[in-house]
């Protein structure tokens, strides 16, 4: 409290009461950094036995979303030197390597960050081919 001297000589207080105009959520001030966005839907795939297939899922988020990837909605099993997949800077890749028609299916790609979850589905497509011919001129 301050006292003043009024312009007739008396005394009067001024009393200085500071209340809040507006309150401050910690929960959404935290939160505005954090997101998981899909950059970019999957895309389709039609190939032939044989080939390579790569399937890419293309998403960013903070914290750094985890990717899981499902084939008819079932998880996908690693195979060594066939079936791979692996953290990518954006996202994560799905590689099949001498494909074939039991491949052929419905792609998904599950991104999660403890705060949301968004996905994409592609399908591969795994169709007979004629085999591979020399071009002309080539040995």
Same mark, same amino acid.
């Given at each position: 409290m301050k006292r003043m001297r009024g312009a007739a000589g008396a005394n009067s207080s001024v009393v200085a009461d500071f209340m809040?105009?507006?309150?401050?959520?910690?929960?959404?001030?935290?939160? *505005?950094?954090?997101?998981?966005?899909?950059d970019e839907p999957m895309n389709n795939i039609t190939t032939t036995l044989g080939q390579t297939a790569e399937l890419h899922c293309k998403v960013?988020?903070?914290?750094?979303?985890?990717?899981?990837?499902? *084939?008819?909605?079932?998880?996908?099993?690693?195979?060594?030197?066939?079936?791979?997949?692996r953290a990518?800077?954006?996202?994560?890749?799905?590689?099949?390597?001498?494909?074939?028609?039991?491949?052929?299916?419905?792609?998904q790609c599950v991104a999660t960050n403890g705060r949301k979850t968004v996905s994409t589905t592609g399908v591969l497509f795994v169709k007979f081919g004629p085999p591979p011919t020399a071009s002309p001129g080539s040995s």
């Open positions: 809040p105009t507006s309150s401050w959520n910690i929960s959404s001030e935290l939160d *505005k950094d954090y997101f998981l966005t899909l960013s988020g903070n914290p750094p979303p985890t990717v899981r990837w499902l *084939k008819n909605d079932a998880p996908v099993v690693q195979e060594p030197r066939r079936i791979s997949f990518t800077s954006y996202g994560s890749r799905l590689r099949i390597r001498n494909l074939d028609t039991t491949d052929t299916g419905y792609f």
